[in-house]
């Protein structure tokens, strides 16, 4: 198939929706599928391409963003994408998220073509924010744009059973379940022993929960190292309250690092995740399991089925009590308290991408009939 992918934010952005499409676009493009992707830029003002692993990738100019989440392609891009997608031939084109300007002008270019749109939505909500103005702006768009993008589509997709039931509360549509995954680790095997180590892996951002990691961290026994992989607008603002707290010696501020050194320090670990954000379903879960973590987590979705699936994940109420006792006693946990190779290899890219195809091809038979 010729699959054309479109969506505001692709690498070197980074992001849980970044690695999401180009993880599925390269593995497509492995398999032998032409992948084209158009995506923006705010380097430069014309438009560049690039052949990246395989994909074919068009950044366009970015004109200008709204609360650094929202970016408008300038006047230029919008007619000259128009014209790319209507012309491309695509068998499938691939949006991404609601509340993206391309995706909004995705949608109207494939049906104008007439060409088969295939929408994955990533979030199990609207957009969390401190801020009230980003708050009402994001409901407005997602009532608005983001509903009659839904609705255009010819399926939907979402990360989790959450999202799907958010589209259908948002849109009407009924979705189907496409979860996210990770690639293959990089570090091999499982830890002989289980570490006294905490870690906290994302953005350094309101809603994160990195306070509550924070407390955690102060009050565990002082044997418990703990270390903090991200980078974030309130990266600063950790660093106080960490040294407040005293865990000058025993927690480690790295920001944002490479993946293979999030697998290295994940490894026999416990993954703190105390997000209050509006979650799809977070690759960090998996990542963690890979490597033979355990994970303590705030409700957020795709938790229950893994769990059901024997994973070593203990879910627990949004306070930081709940999440200390459930940190004390994953540091108590024996040492075969971990997943194995077996168990994650349904939940790679290289699995993943297969299903992707199946559920498209289906999408594209029942268009021609």
Known sequence: MRIVFVVNNYPPRVGGLENHVSSLARHLAA????????????????????????????RWPEAFQIGG?????????????????????????????????????????????RLPVVHTEHGSGHVASPSPVIKVGSRVVDETFGRLSLRGADAVLGVSEEVVAFVRALSGVGGHVFYNAIEAPEVAGTPPHLRRHLVFVGRIVPGKGWEDFLKVVASVDDDVTAEVLGDGQDLSELRRHAAALGLGGRLAIRGRVPMAEVFTALAGAILVNPTRLSEGFQTTLLEALAVGARVVTYPV??????????????????STNALLAGVRS????????????????????????REYVELVSGVRSRRAR
């Open 31 to 58: 398999a032998g599928h032409e992948v084209v992707v158009h995506t923006m830029s705010d380097a430069g003002t014309r438009r560049t391409t690039a052949t990246e692993q395989g994909v074919e990738v068009h």
């Open 69 to 113: 989440l929202l970016g408008f392609p300038t006047l230029g891009a919008a007619r000259g994408l128009w014209r790319a997608i209507t012309r491309s031939g695509a068998d499938l084109v691939s949006t991404h998220t609601r509340f993206f300007p391309l995706t909004w002008l995705a949608v109207a270019a494939a049906r104008a073509a």
């Open 301 to 318: 979705p795709g938790t229950s089925l893994l769990a059901a699936q024997g994973a070593p994940i203990t879910v627990v109420d949004r």
């Open 330 to 353: 994953r540091l108590a946990d024996a040492p075969e308290a971990v997943w194995g190779a077996e168990e994650i290899a349904a939940w790679t890219w290289s699995a993943r991408s």
